[in-house]
């Protein structure tokens, strides 16, 4: 009595629920609570609760002999059956090992939320500082394709992430949704050149309105009632804004619009186009492409429209500027540019698309307190107003995608 059956029997804790391996006992009563399977020996009952979430929640609990462990089944945890005794210490060893592990997840996410936010406001500030200086946007966007270039190469270099298999099919639409990624951030690097990097950015809350708006018009998405109408706070939010803010003017206005439709319609095209493929070209493997497409088209069309601009010799004869600290913050900001998109590609592997909404949303509320605040950015009640309206829509919107709309009785 209270023996188990084998002294070599591996237990896999955290399987999937129609298949669940538990020691054998000899002699010993089993039952079925929901998702607990309890076993129990002479008089120390073994409690297994499997669960089939995604995401890792380990619980580990005692009351009296009754011991209850809440795994994953993406984790597989394996023991070795010696003893009852030797068990019990096994199962306590493998819950302590699941919650560290979990932990260390929490851990990792903050810290790239962190490096998400940080980059993405290093980025904008530094951008808006070298603008001001060299007022290129194509020359300094190219500049920052081609570190954003030098990266990727590094990440394939050293098998950070592994090398994309592109098919002959997916050629087209890789360079159409290139193309259309080198406009957008043009086209953004034009508005915040223009205008305060605060107001950008209350007018890029207007991409939700766009991604409705081309998602019907190509995909056929009808939106339900609620995303309709968390449209209409960030269209009165952005409307309000507008025409309280001290640095308005139709260029950065209009391409910070522009952009926002660029930006939406290269969304929009990835689902049509139907590109990504499990063999190898994942979100991060895309973006990897589009940054080098970007840089290649960029640097003959910046050389026409705009010039040989970056060159040490021009930069000390017209522009009288400290060369060395404008050259470190050009580069610098191609490193964050390319360094906040590729963690938010990273993030979006580990939480649901809703969640990563959200945090972007949070990302543009922290992101414009920010530029505010290190530009002493001058800001009316009313154009706060407006701000804040636009950036609440957002966060409604997210969650309104979440509502189903309800099928029709036939």
Same mark, same amino acid.
């Given at each position: 009595m209270g023996k188990f059956g084998a002294a070599n029997s591996n237990v896999a804790l955290s399987t999937p629920l129609h298949r669940t391996y538990v020691p054998r006992y000899q002699n010993c009563s089993r039952w079925n609570s929901g998702n607990d399977i309890i076993f129990s020996s002479q008089n120390k009952p073994l409690k297994l609760r499997w669960t089939s979430s995604t995401d890792l929640r380990s619980n580990l609990s005692s009351n009296g002999n009754l011991l209850s462990i809440t795994l994953l089944n993406k984790y597989s945890v394996k023991l070795r059956a010696v003893s009852e005794e030797g068990e019990e210490n096994a199962v306590v060893a493998a819950a302590a090992a699941a919650i560290k592990s979990d932990w260390a997840s929490t851990l990792q996410l903050v810290?790239? !939320?962190?490096?998400?936010?940080?980059?993405?406001?290093?980025?904008? $500030?530094?951008?808006?500082?070298?603008?001001?200086?060299? *007022?290129? *946007?194509?020359?300094?966007?190219?500049?920052?394709?081609?570190?954003?270039?030098?990266?990727?190469? #590094?990440?394939?270099?050293?098998?950070?992430? *592994?090398?994309?298999?592109?098919?002959?099919?997916?050629?087209? /639409?890789?360079?159409?949704?290139?193309?259309?990624?080198? #406009?957008?951030? &043009?086209?953004?690097?034009?508005?915040?050149?223009?205008?305060? &990097?605060?107001?950008?950015?209350? $007018?890029?809350?207007?991409? /939700?309105?766009?991604?409705?708006?081309?998602?019907?018009?190509?995909?056929?998405?009808?939106?339900?009632?609620?995303?309709? =109408?968390?449209?209409? *706070?960030?269209?009165?939010?952005?409307?309000?804004?507008?025409?309280?803010?001290?640095? !308005?003017?139709? $260029?950065?206005?209009?391409?910070?619009?522009? =952009?926002?439709?660029?930006?939406? =319609?290269?969304?929009?095209?990835?689902?049509?186009?139907? $590109?990504?493929?499990?063999?190898?070209?994942?979100? #991060?493997n895309l973006f990897s492409l589009m940054t080098i497409i970007s840089f290649a088209l960029l640097v003959p069309t910046a050389i026409l429209t705009e010039g040989v601009r970056f060159t040490p010799a021009y930069l000390q004869q017209y522009t009288g500027l400290n060369l060395k600290d404008l050259l470190l913050k050009a580069i610098f900001t191609g490193i964050c540019f390319h360094s906040y998109q590729q963690i938010s590609y990273m993030i979006l592997h580990k939480v649901s698309a809703v969640t990563h909404a959200v945090a972007n949303c949070v990302k543009r509320v922290v992101l414009i307190v920010a530029s505010v605040i290190f530009f002493r950015t001058p800001v009316s009640p009313v154009n706060a107003l407006g701000t804040s309206l636009a950036l609440a829509g957002v966060f409604m919107y997210s969650r309104a995608k979440l509502i189903k709309p309800k099928p029709k009785n036939a």
């Open positions: 810290v790239m !939320f962190g490096l998400w936010y940080s980059f993405n406001i290093y980025f904008n $500030i530094y951008n808006k500082q070298v603008l001001k200086a060299f *007022p290129y *946007p194509a020359t300094l966007t190219a500049l920052q394709f081609g570190c954003g270039t030098l990266m990727v190469l #590094i990440m394939w270099g050293f098998n950070l992430h *592994p090398t994309p298999k592109l098919k002959r099919s997916q050629v087209v /639409p890789v360079l159409t949704l290139g193309l259309i990624h080198t #406009i957008g951030n &043009v086209l953004t690097n034009i508005s915040l050149g223009k205008v305060n &990097v605060s107001f950008t950015h209350t $007018i890029k809350a207007m991409e /939700p309105f766009f991604t409705v708006m081309l998602s019907f018009l190509f995909l056929a998405q009808r939106p339900t009632l609620w995303v309709v =109408s968390s449209l209409v *706070p960030i269209v009165g939010g952005v409307a309000l804004a507008s025409t309280t803010d001290t640095s !308005f003017n139709w $260029i950065g206005f209009s391409t910070a619009m522009a =952009s926002n439709v660029t930006n939406q =319609s290269r969304n929009v095209l990835s689902k049509m186009f139907m $590109i990504r493929d499990k063999d190898g070209l994942d979100n #991060i």
